[in-house]
Each structure stands twice: as structure tokens, then as C-alpha cells.
């Protein structure tokens, strides 16, 4: 197998082709950002969409947690086309999968409609990321990984940030189908930008799928994550929810079994017999539990309790959204100085404070304070994500780096659909279990309604509570990292 080549002024492909890195760099920079920009763009639609098709928060909050739980799906997969395709095809292929996800979400006329659209959408964004990644990670040398992975958190923290601001504009002017319709050209351009820059960098060889692990993985994630957003329309001690979490629990358990076993698992579990790696995966998925569920349960208190427009819920977001783009790359190159861990503690520490700070929110919460203290959370994200995903690729061999990617990626998506189901569910469960009986309204329905929106602030108030336990669990993680942990290997 031919050994992954090394950065240099002019670097060659796997075929021994000269080619441009920072021309690759900026189609795949621009194809991955639409994508995951897609992941959290629908959550200030929400309230729109719930209306369109008379469906419930519980319900419409598939389009985002199913979206995350496909990825976590198809991501483990990933790691097989990794070894077995050509990065330029596999690329290209996965683009134009989102791209008919994308159609088939702009002509759907019903809510199963969209959602299997979303979900076609999410098989192409779960195999554009690893392969981005991974590509980022390989064809830059140690020493500058820092600063790579910083460019590519443009597209893991800028890109969902930024979604709900650009869908809360167009909500404004448009229908929620232009949503997916301005999405369609930029997937177009990119298919015919990779067609002539993407080149293989990556070696491949022949693995067979076992097909035995895709069907655990996918009864087994599957069935925890709907347990998980079950809660709201049912109960913690619903047959319906731990029912599924226990069969969950179980098929994820067959899952690592058999892939322990198996000479090609679909995710190779002996990264995690690095100490270093494992801590860092673990900091980045708390880390994306806390902002991706939070992400989505704060446009519904700004939309439902606040009363505020699709586009004032995405402006009050953009601060934070330019704050995490700006911010990954600098992170980036400060962790190439000086290491990861006081970065991590500070970054955790800021992110459980802001967080905590949403617990005592009211509906006249001034929006200035929202906004500030919101920024500041996503700086604080910015200190965490990129320097902690790099100090686990770097505490890797080198033959390790694309497993160690693809089985970060899938962690990360996991959780974060699980962090989100849970956030969701609890809000609207707490909020249920507080709204005023029907009597109430018939009664006094001025009242009813201050009752209404005060329920749905309790709800808003439990799962911001679960968010900042999100954070503080990594905040006493984050001091188990080393304190050099630019350890690299050769």
C-alpha cells in the first residue's frame, strides 16, 4: 500500500500527479460548508414548518436529529469507501447524493416527504465530512495540523452556526422551499469545481463491509436515539421509550463486540486504547451535545415564548455563528504553540458559565444580553473543538489517522443527535406537564396564555440545565489531558 505523501511546495497525488493543495482545499472548503450548513438550518423553521404540515415541536425536530443520527450511521461506512474508493469519486459521489436529498426536500408536498429527503441529504453530509477531514488532517505534516484543522472548523463550527441565521433571512422573503432551492446551485458548482481539482491523496486497497456490523450500528443507534426523542410525546417510564433505549443499548453492545472481533470493522475500536485520543473524543462530542442541542432549543424560546420573527431568531444567532468562524483558525495555530489543555479548561469552563447563565432566562429577557452572552458560548466552543480534535489526531500513528477521523466524526454525530433529542424532548415534556388545563382557558384566556408562555419557559429552563451538565462534565474532562499534548508521531 503506498504510504500517504508528505507536505511539500508541490505535492503529488496517490498516482504521482502534481496538484494544487490549496485549490483542493477551497472546493472541498466550499462543498463541506454547504452541507453542514444544512445540518442546523431548519431549526428556525421550525415554528413555519410545525404550521405547514400541523406537527408538533417533538415531531419536526426529526428533520434535525434524524439528520445527525443518519450521518452517525453512514459515517462508520465512510471509513470503509475510505479504504476502498478513490477520495476524488468518493467525494464527488457524496455531493451529488446530498444534492438529490436537497430536490426531494424542495418538492416534498407532505412531512414524510421531507424527511426522507433530509435524511438522503444527511447520507451525503455523513460521508463528506470524514473524507474532508481526513483528507485536511493527511496531506499536511504535524507541525501544521493545527492550523489545518483550525480551516477546516470554518466548516464544523461556522457552517451549522451560521444555518439558522441564513434560513431565518430567506423565511422572511420566501418560502421554506427556497431553503433547499439556494442550496442547489452551490451543490452544482462544487461537482464541477471537484471534477477538475480533486485529485486521490489518499491510498486504497481492497476491504470487504460486513454488513452484519452496518445492521447492528443502525438498530442499535437508531433505536437509542428514538427512545431518546420519544420523551416528549411519552414519558421516561414509557414502555415506548425504555423499551427502545434498552434494545438500543443492546444492539450498540453487539456492535463493539463484533467489532473487536472482525479483522475490518467498520469503526476500529483500538484507537481508544490511546488514552489521549479517547479523552479528546470525548471533550468534542460533550462539547457538540451542548452547542448543537442548544443550537436548537434556543430559535424555539426566541420563535414560540418571544414571539420573534424566523429572521430576528437567525440575526440574534450570527454573532456567535462569525464568532466560531473567526475564531477555529486562530485556535488553530495557537494550539500549534502551545498545546491543548488550558485551552480546553478555559474554553469548558466559559462554555458551563454562559450556558448556566440561559438557566435564569424570562420571557423579557433583554435580546442584547441573549446575543452577548449566546457569542460568548460559541467563543468558548472555539477554544474546545478544533485544538482538542487535533491533539487526538496527533496522540495517533500515522496508519491510525483516518480511523481515528471516522470514529471521531461518528462519536461526535451521535451524541450530538442524542444531546439534541434529549434537549428537545425535555423542553417539551416539562412544558406539557406546566400548561394550564382547558378550563383555564375557557375561563380566563388572558391568563391561560401568560400560563402558556411561563410552561414554556420552565421547559426552556430544563433543558438549558441539561445543557450546562453537558458542559460541566467536559469542564472536569478537559483536566485529564496532558498538559503537552502536542505529542506527535512519526
Not at 427556497?178 to 446551485?185: E, H, N
Not at 487535533?390 to 461518528?410: E, H, K, Q, R, Y
Request: charged letters at 10%; aromatic letters at 12%.
Amino acid at each position: 500500500m503506498t504510504s500517504r505523501q508528505p507536505a511539500t511546495d508541490q505535492p503529488v497525488d496517490q498516482n504521482g500527479r502534481p496538484y494544487n493543495r490549496l485549490v483542493l482545499v477551497f472546493t472541498m472548503l466550499i462543498g463541506t460548508f454547504s452541507t453542514f450548513a444544512t445540518s442546523t438550518m431548519l431549526t428556525t423553521a421550525f415554528p413555519t414548518l410545525m404550521k405547514s404540515f400541523n406537527i408538533s415541536a417533538t415531531t419536526v425536530q426529526w428533520l434535525t436529529t434524524g439528520f445527525l443520527l443518519m450521518m452517525g450511521i453512514v459515517i462508520p461506512i465512510t471509513g470503509f469507501f475510505l479504504q476502498r474508493f478513490d477520495t476524488r469519486k468518493l467525494y464527488l459521489s457524496a455531493i451529488f447524493i446530498f444534492f438529490i436529498g436537497t430536490v426531494m426536500c424542495y418538492f416534498a408536498t407532505s412531512f414524510g416527504g421531507i424527511l426522507t429527503g433530509r435524511l438522503v441529504q444527511a447520507a451525503g453530509v455523513g460521508i463528506t465530512a470524514p473524507v474532508y477531514q481526513t483528507i485536511m488532517t493527511s496531506i499536511f505534516p504535524p507541525a501544521k495540523r493545527g492550523a489545518a484543522m483550525g480551516t477546516a472548523g470554518l466548516v464544523v463550527g461556522l457552517a451549522p452556526a451560521i444555518g439558522p441565521t441564513f434560513a431565518g433571512w430567506v423565511l422572511i422573503h420566501y418560502s421554506w422551499r427556497m431553503l433547499f432551492l439556494s442550496i442547489m446551485p452551490i451543490s452544482l458548482i462544487v461537482l464541477v469545481m471537484g471534477f477538475f481539482t480533486l485529485r486521490k491523496v489518499l491510498p486504497t486497497k481492497k476491504a470487504p463491509i460486513d454488513w452484519l456490523s452496518v445492521t447492528f450500528s443502525i438498530i442499535g443507534f437508531g433505536s437509542m436515539l428514538f427512545g431518546f426523542s420519544s420523551v416528549g410525546d411519552y414519558s421516561w417510564t414509557s414502555p415506548v421509550v425504555y423499551g427502545t433505549l434498552i434494545v438500543g443499548v443492546i444492539f450498540v453492545a453487539f456492535f463493539v463486540m463484533r467489532s473487536l472481533k472482525i479483522k475490518n470493522p467498520l469503526l476500529q475500536f483500538k484507537v481508544f486504547e490511546n488514552s489521549d485520543y479517547t479523552l479528546s473524543a470525548i471533550l468534542v462530542s460533550v462539547s457538540f451535545m451542548s452547542m448543537n442541542g442548544f443550537t436548537l432549543v434556543l430559535p424555539l424560546y426566541l420563535q414560540t415564548i418571544r414571539g420573534e420573527s424566523p429572521l430576528a431568531s437567525g440575526l440574534t444567532l450570527l454573532p456567535g455563528a462569525i464568532t466560531i468562524g473567526i475564531m477555529n483558525p486562530i485556535t488553530g495555530r495557537i494550539f500549534d504553540q502551545l498545546g491543548a489543555r488550558n485551552m480546553a479548561i478555559a474554553g469548558m469552563f466559559l462554555l458551563s458559565m454562559t450556558t448556566a447563565s440561559f438557566i435564569w432566562i424570562t420571557a423579557t429577557t433583554p435580546v442584547l444580553y441573549i446575543v452577548a452572552i449566546y457569542t460568548v458560548r460559541m467563543f468558548s466552543i472555539s477554544m474546545v473543538m478544533m485544538p482538542v480534535t487535533t491533539t487526538g489526531m496527533n496522540a495517533l500513528p500515522l496508519n491510525l489517522i483516518s480511523d481515528g477521523t471516522v470514529v471521531n466524526n461518528t462519536a461526535r454525530q451521535v451524541f450530538a443527535s442524542m444531546g439534541t433529542a434529549i434537549l428537545v424532548s425535555v423542553m417539551a415534556s416539562v412544558t406539557a406537564q406546566n400548561v394550564p388545563g382547558h378550563a383555564v382557558a375557557k375561563a380566563t384566556p388572558i391568563l391561560f396564555k401568560q400560563l402558556s408562555i411561563h410552561a414554556n419557559v420552565i421547559g426552556f429552563r430544563y433543558a438549558v440545565a441539561i445543557a450546562t451538565g453537558f458542559a460541566v462534565l467536559g469542564f472536569i474532562l478537559a483536566f485529564f489531558l496532558k498538559r503537552d499534548s502536542r505529542r506527535l508521531h512519526a
